[in-house]
């Protein structure tokens, strides 16, 4: 059972991130954009099932969850903390598992670099992460999550970063959420 080291604000004022002194995953991100997304997952589940909970991501010893803004922060943050506490601690793998990524494109493999080291840091730390979809042609399609997915500052100033980070690869690339 995770227990809460600390409970943090995000840039995102609809989430906020639970740091656990337990892990949920081991290198594993888990999204979940609705109930019906989350039916398999009973912590994921157990969080929507709290009213005005519309976002559960979690990876490693943390949990970012995003309301609908419409609950009070105090009262909902009690809510949410009982399930996580009550939620299983993830037991380590035999095995690393290696993620498989097709960076044959060697634009897309630097842009990946790029982003693991300058840009993913401060999105987990701040309750969030991203994943690049792919690139057709000259366009860089990325997916935000946590708190980044529903942060204005996540579709507007950090998009904007994104896209000057990769056109220090490729002049040309322009860069959108979906």
Same mark, same amino acid.
Request: charged share 25%; aromatic share 6%; proline share 7%.
């Given at each position: 059972?995770?227990?809460?080291?600390?409970?943090? +604000?995000?840039? *995102?004022? *609809?989430? !906020?991130? #639970?740091? &656990?002194? %337990?892990?949920?995953?081991?290198?594993?991100? $888990?999204?979940? %954009?609705?109930?019906?997304?989350?039916?398999? @997952?009973? &912590?994921?589940?157990?969080? #929507?099932?709290?009213?005005?909970?519309?976002?559960?991501?979690?990876? =490693?010893?943390?949990?970012? !969850?995003? /309301? =609908?803004?419409?609950?009070?922060?105090?009262?909902? !943050?009690?809510?949410?903390?009982?399930?996580?506490?009550?939620?299983?601690?993830? /037991?380590?793998?035999?095995?690393?598992?290696?993620?498989?990524? @097709?960076? +044959?494109?060697?634009? &897309?493999?630097?842009?990946?670099?790029?982003? =693991?080291?300058?840009?993913?840091?401060?999105?987990?730390?701040?309750?969030?992460?991203?994943?690049? !979809?792919? &690139? %057709?042609?000259?366009?860089?399609?990325?997916?935000? #999550?946590?708190? $980044?997915?529903? $942060?204005?500052?996540?579709?507007?100033?950090?998009?904007?970063?994104?896209?000057?980070?990769?056109?220090?690869?490729?002049?040309?690339?322009?860069?959108?959420?979906?």
């Amino acid at each position: 059972m995770p227990k809460i080291a600390d409970i943090e +604000d995000t840039p *995102n004022p *609809n989430a !906020v991130k #639970f740091v &656990l002194k %337990d892990r949920l995953t081991w290198g594993t991100a $888990c999204s979940f %954009d609705s109930a019906e997304s989350a039916a398999a @997952d009973p &912590l994921a589940s157990k969080l #929507f099932a709290i009213p005005h909970v519309v976002n559960v991501y979690y990876m =490693d010893k943390w949990i970012t !969850v995003t /309301q =609908d803004g419409q609950a009070d922060w105090p009262t909902l !943050v009690r809510e949410i903390a009982m399930p996580i506490r009550e939620a299983e601690a993830a /037991q380590k793998p035999e095995s690393e598992i290696i993620a498989n990524f @097709d960076d +044959d494109e060697p634009r &897309l493999a630097a842009i990946r670099k790029l982003l =693991d080291e300058q840009v993913r840091p401060a999105l987990v730390s701040d309750g969030g992460d991203l994943q690049i !979809v792919g &690139l %057709d042609g000259n366009l860089l399609t990325i997916r935000y #999550f946590g708190a $980044c997915g529903s $942060c204005p500052s996540s579709l507007a100033g950090t998009l904007s970063a994104i896209g000057n980070l990769a056109r220090t690869i490729e002049p040309d690339i322009e860069v959108e959420a979906v």
